[in-house]
């Protein structure tokens, strides 16, 4: 599986964006996805994750209420919608595809697939 990210850029804070991460080859549609970030200085994270039906989703406490994750298997692509940002979201953000079975996992080593990162700017 291939991933690309994109989507990222620079927003005020209170402002909305949203990220997307485009997956190629033909585990894609069984793989639990997810999005992590990487502030400067500091270990990546888990940020949200979603199963292979979409139908169950897992988020950090810290973004809970705010981010949305969702994907759409027709085109092949894992969404994740960002409102009211805060300049603590400031990160890399990296989706990430688990091949190794159904849950939702908050654990980097256990995603088998990894896109590039897009930076999310949040100027207070």
């Known amino acids: 599986v291939q991933l690309q990210a994109s989507g990222g850029g620079l927003v005020q804070a209170g402002g909305s964006l949203r990220l997307s991460c485009a997956g190629f080859?033909?585990?894609?549609?069984?793989?639990?996805m997810g999005w992590f970030r990487q502030a400067l200085g500091k270990e990546r994270e888990f940020v949200a994750g979603?199963?292979?039906?979409?139908?169950?989703?897992k988020y950090a406490d810290a973004v809970k209420g705010r981010f949305t994750i969702s994907r759409d298997s027709a085109k092949n692509t894992v969404y994740l919608e960002m409102k009211n940002l805060k300049p603590e979201d400031t990160a890399v953000y990296y989706c990430a595809a688990r091949s190794g079975g159904p849950l939702i996992t908050t654990i980097m080593k256990t995603y088998d697939y990894w896109g590039q990162g897009t930076q999310v700017t949040v100027s207070s």
């Open positions: 080859g033909r585990t894609f549609s069984s793989s639990v």
């Open positions: 979603i199963s292979w039906g979409g139908d169950i989703t």
